[in-house]
């Protein structure tokens, strides 16, 4: 009898030890601090769409033309990327505001009364990119989309590769801006990386500068196989502007180019004047132009 007792009290001993353990436990978990949830603003096209491949919750995206993913279509609209409502910004108590680099001189003085500022990305290139894509990675536990991304812009710059024969193919790049003519862009804007990546050669190149002004005297001595329009912001406007253009000018007659029917021009979601995350669909269309 006394040893059924001392059984039956060993196991209702042990019984408590386990329940008072259980019970610990959640008392520290349910004390324990919450980690502080993200609040990510982005401003731009290109920044939303990178939130996108890395799973990223938004509370704050720009109010645009195009269509953003569809996780982001309840999020609080902030203003246009060109000129964000810096009232509504603060009022989202974000913990990061991202922009793209190109922007930083002219959001400047508009974000200098606030308490926070913005973290401006570099996307002017596609290793820009990829260094983009890494740093945010690595900073919201998301190392894995980042690195899908980053394999599938590699994929397409080994495929680019492959595709160059023969001599480079001769390439002029015009930016062109809703009522206001164009700029030639350089080897050191994207779309000119863009063609650097895919073997080709930009006829204008610049140590300091990713943009020029035109020039007809200029021009005149360039011999492009190939003309690459860009029309990422308002194309209906901005396309029949390079179509009047090149109706009226007589110097676009004379190129390689004109004569090969080989004008292409560049839209968004694939193009852009920074780099998109749609660097991989971008690069592939470049190749094929210069190198059919």
Not at 131 to 145: C, I, S
């Amino acid at each position: 009898m006394n040893r059924s007792r001392q059984v039956t009290m060993g196991i209702l001993i042990g019984l408590l030890v386990i329940i008072l353990g259980v019970v610990g436990v959640t008392q520290y978990t349910t004390h324990q601090p919450r980690q502080k949830q993200p609040r990510i603003v982005a401003t731009t096209d290109a920044v939303v769409a990178i939130a996108d491949k890395l799973d990223l919750k938004l509370v704050g995206v720009p109010k645009t033309q195009n269509a953003l993913p569809k996780r982001y279509a309840g999020v609080t609209k902030i203003g246009s990327p060109m000129a964000p409502n810096i009232e509504k910004i603060a009022a989202l108590k974000p913990t990061a505001v991202y922009a793209v680099s190109v922007l930083k001189d002219q959001y400047s003085e508009a974000f200098k009364a606030q308490k926070f500022h913005p973290q401006f990305l570099k996307l002017d290139t596609v290793s820009d990119l990829k260094q983009t894509l890494t740093t945010l990675g690595t900073r919201y536990d998301r190392t894995k989309q980042a690195k899908q991304q980053i394999a599938v812009i590699d994929r397409a710059e080994a495929k680019a590769k492959k595709r160059v024969h023969g001599p480079k193919t001769k390439v002029l790049i015009l930016m062109g801006m809703p009522g206001a003519g164009y700029m030639i862009a350089t080897d050191r804007s994207y779309v000119g990386n863009l063609v650097k990546k895919a073997g080709g050669e930009n006829v204008y190149s610049s140590a300091t500068s990713a943009y020029v002004s035109p020039n007809n005297e200029s021009l005149a001595t360039k011999a492009p196989d190939v003309i690459l329009r860009l029309e990422h912001a308002m194309p209906e406007m901005v396309k029949p502007q390079f179509e009047q253009e090149f109706a009226t000018n007589p110097l676009w007659a004379q190129m390689p180019a004109v004569k090969n029917q080989r004008v292409y021009d560049l839209q968004q979601p694939d193009f852009n004047a920074t780099a998109t995350i749609q660097a991989a669909t971008a690069l592939g269309r470049v190749s094929h132009w210069l190198y059919p």
